[in-house]
C-alpha cells in the first residue's frame, strides 16, 4: 500500500485529497491544527507552538516516529490561507505573521519531512498562488508568504537541496480554488474561473502516482476558463 503525508488534511483541498487518495487504497497521514477522521491517522498540531515546536512534534508523533526512513511515497503541503491588505492596513504586520504561520511554516517543515520521509524517486507539493508571481499590494502578507513557498519549491529543485535521490518538488499555482468558503465570501464572482477541488485533487493524483512530464523545482500555473482547467507543466 503507498504511503502519502498531507499537510493540511482538515482545509478544503487536503479534505479532497484525503478523501480522493482514501478511495485509491493510499494510507493517509494528515497533519493539521484539526483531526481529520477519514485519514489513516492524524498529527494534531498546537496553533500556539512555535514553528520549531510544531516541527517537533510532527518529527516526535507516533505516526512518523515509527516509520522507517524514505517510506512515503508523496508528501503533500496545502496549508495556506487568504489574508488582505496593504502596508498601510491596521494590522498589517499581524496579517504578515499569520500569513507566515499558515503558508510559509507548514512548507519548511513538510520540506523537513520530505528529506527525512520521502522515499527516493518521490514527489513532495506544495500550495503556491498564481498571484505571488507579481506584486500583490492589497494583500501583502498573502503575496509575500506563497511567493516565499515558491522560491522554496525552486530551491528544492536544486542540486544539494537534501531531497533524497531523483525526487521532485513542485508547486501548484491556482488563481482561486472552488470552496464553500470562497462562494460565500464572493458570491457573484465569475465562479466558471475557480478551479473545482476534485480537477486539481485528481491532478495531483495522477502526479503523485506518475511524475515523468512534471519537473523538479516546478511551479505549474492552474488555469480555470469557462470552467475548463488548464495545468500548464
Known sequence: MPNVIIYGSSGALGRALVSLFKTKSWNVVGIDLFQNPEANSNIILDPKAS???????????????????????????????????????????????????????????AASLACKHLKRGGLVVFSGASAALNGTPGMIAYGLAKASVHHLVGSLGMEGSGLPEDAKAIGILPVALDTPANRAAMPDADHSSW????????????????????????????????????FLL
Request: some cysteine.
Open 51 to 109: 514553528v520549531s515546536q510544531q516541527a517537533e512534534a510532527v518529527l516526535k508523533s507516533s505516526e512518523l516516529s515509527g516509520a522507517s526512513k524514505n517510506s512515503f511515497d508523496a508528501l503533500l503541503c496545502v496549508s495556506g490561507g487568504w489574508v488582505g491588505g496593504n502596508a498601510a492596513s491596521e494590522g498589517f504586520i499581524d496579517a504578515v505573521d499569520l500569513s507566515l504561520r499558515q503558508s510559509v511554516y507548514p512548507s519548511v517543515i
Open 195 to 230: 478551479t473545482p477541488l476534485s480537477e486539481l485533487s485528481e491532478a495531483i493524483f495522477e502526479w503523485a502516482n506518475n511524475h515523468k512530464d512534471v519537473k523538479n523545482g516546478q511551479l505549474v500555473e492552474v488555469v480555470t476558463t469557462k470552467g475548463k482547467t488548464r
